[in-house]
């Protein structure tokens, strides 16, 4: 279930990162107009959960497009680091049967990935204005989540 929060932010962060550039680069300068969220937000399958992550974390009045994804990749960030203490808690916990250690472990290592790699990238592009490649690292982070919750429906099978 974690993981599918993720890949909704990251959903909702790549709705962000499909603007145009041309209307990104501008963003960056200046504020847009309000309903930026509120437009972004409809794109999604979840509205008003994604309304509610980007007001409640962000505290900008008149975001602009790198402001609603930096407020994302925070967002992103937190959300993997507590999946990430909650697998290593399962791992620690009871002994597991060897296929749901071996995907808890799995996990472990894409959420590690997700954390170390793929937001630190995406933030300091975001930073550096190169929208695309923040835009790729956030199709990683959530291919790596995909794949977590693939691997415990494998197990099923």
Same mark, same amino acid.
């Given at each position: 279930?974690?993981?599918?929060?993720?890949?909704?932010?990251?959903?909702?962060?790549?709705?962000?990162?499909?603007?145009?550039?041309?209307?990104?680069?501008?963003?960056?300068?200046?504020?847009?107009?309000?309903?930026?969220?509120?437009?972004?937000?409809?794109?999604?399958?979840?509205?008003?959960?994604?309304?509610?992550?980007?007001?409640?974390?962000?505290?900008? /009045? !008149?975001?602009?497009?790198?402001?609603? +994804?930096? #407020?994302?990749?925070? @967002?992103?960030? $937190?959300?993997?680091?507590? &999946?990430?203490?909650?697998?290593?808690?399962?791992?620690?916990?009871?002994?597991?049967?060897?296929?749901?250690?071996?995907?808890? /472990? !799995?996990?472990?290592?894409?959420?590690? +990935?997700? #954390?170390?790699?793929? @937001?630190?990238? $995406?933030?300091?592009?975001? &930073?550096?204005?190169?929208?695309?490649?923040?835009?790729?690292?956030?199709?990683?982070?959530?291919?790596?989540?995909?794949?977590?919750?693939?691997?415990?429906?494998?197990?099923?099978?």
């Amino acid at each position: 279930m974690k993981s599918l929060m993720l890949i909704f932010l990251l959903h909702v962060l790549l709705q962000i990162m499909r603007l145009p550039t041309s209307q990104c680069a501008a963003a960056v300068l200046q504020p847009m107009d309000e309903n930026l969220m509120e437009r972004t937000c409809k794109q999604t399958h979840f509205h008003d959960l994604c309304v509610s992550t980007l007001q409640s974390n962000g505290g900008i /009045s !008149s975001p602009n497009v790198q402001g609603l +994804a930096i #407020i994302m990749v925070k @967002v992103l960030q $937190a959300k993997a680091t507590n &999946t990430l203490r909650h697998i290593n808690s399962l791992l620690q916990g009871n002994p597991k049967p060897g296929k749901v250690k071996q995907a808890l /472990s !799995s996990c472990a290592d894409k959420y590690d +990935a997700v #954390i170390k790699a793929d @937001v630190s990238v $995406a933030m300091e592009a975001l &930073t550096k204005g190169d929208y695309k490649f923040a835009q790729t690292s956030a199709n990683d982070a959530a291919n790596e989540a995909a794949s977590c919750e693939a691997g415990f429906s494998a197990i099923h099978r």
